[in-house]
């Protein structure tokens, strides 16, 4: 079973459209976030949610909404789709809090690109 | 504001050999360090972890060092194998980032047969 998983695994469309990347997870996390890696490789967190509710969101454009029906689920929406947003978008999860052991399981990535 | 860097963009390395991955952090609040392995077309998926009590933990082949004066942290594979080559990200996180972990931009590591 896929602990994180996200759908599609790769989407291509024309700028200016709208899109949609869903993510589920079944571990039982109460948390749940978006991380970007663009082309330099970078990393970088965009969203968390925890129970649902947004507790992190980094200097991300507001076309980028997230939605979290319920604390297995962290869907990201894209508004009006430009070149930059090319990149994988990768959501993942962990138990809520800092400890340590505490430890992120990401999905496979969804490959965005926009022409 | 990058604040975990891994300065090598790649690696090669002889199979058999030992693989040293480097990674630097600038906040002195993260204590606790994670390393994560990345095939193409996967994501990344968790390899071993330290937390700031401790400068040594070791799986199997994998050893991970921590040198919190020099804000510094390591991953030794021995021996490497062609199986070890992927994209290895290190990650920090602590008591004042919440649930945040920070990423580093990784090092490909090929290990040549």
């Known amino acids: 079973d896929t602990a994180v998983s996200q759908t599609p695994k790769y989407l291509v469309t024309q700028m200016g459209n709208d899109k949609s990347i869903k993510c589920e997870q079944n571990?039982?996390?109460?948390?749940m976030y978006w991380y970007k890696q663009d082309s330099k490789k970078f990393l970088k967190i965009m969203f968390s949610?925890?129970?649902?509710?947004?507790?992190i969101n980094e200097t991300v454009p507001n076309r980028f909404s997230p939605k979290s029906p319920d604390k297995a689920h962290l869907n990201l929406h894209i508004n009006s789709l430009e070149l930059g947003d090319s990149a994988v978008y990768f959501c993942a999860s962990s138990q809520t809090g800092f400890f340590s052991g505490n430890t992120i399981y990401f999905g496979e990535g969804s490959w965005l690109t926009v022409v | 504001d990058q604040q975990v860097k891994q300065n090598s963009p790649s690696l090669s390395v002889q199979e058999g050999r030992i693989s040293i991955l480097n990674c630097d952090y600038t906040?002195?609040?993260?204590?606790?360090f994670l390393w994560y392995k990345k095939y193409p077309a996967e994501g990344p998926t968790f390899l071993i972890s330290i937390s700031s009590i401790k400068d040594k933990n070791e799986d199997g082949r994998f050893t991970v060092f921590l040198n919190k004066s020099a804000k510094h942290l390591s991953l030794h594979i021995v021996p490497s194998q062609p199986g070890d080559s992927a994209v290895y990200f290190c990650?920090?996180?602590?008591?004042?980032?919440?649930?945040?972990?920070?990423f580093g931009t990784g090092t490909s590591l090929t290990v040549i047969p």
């Open positions: 571990l039982g996390h109460d948390t």
């Open positions: 990650a920090a996180s602590g008591a004042n980032t919440g649930n945040q972990f920070y």
């Open positions: 949610y925890n129970n649902k509710e947004l507790i």
């Open positions: 906040n002195s609040m993260f204590d606790y």
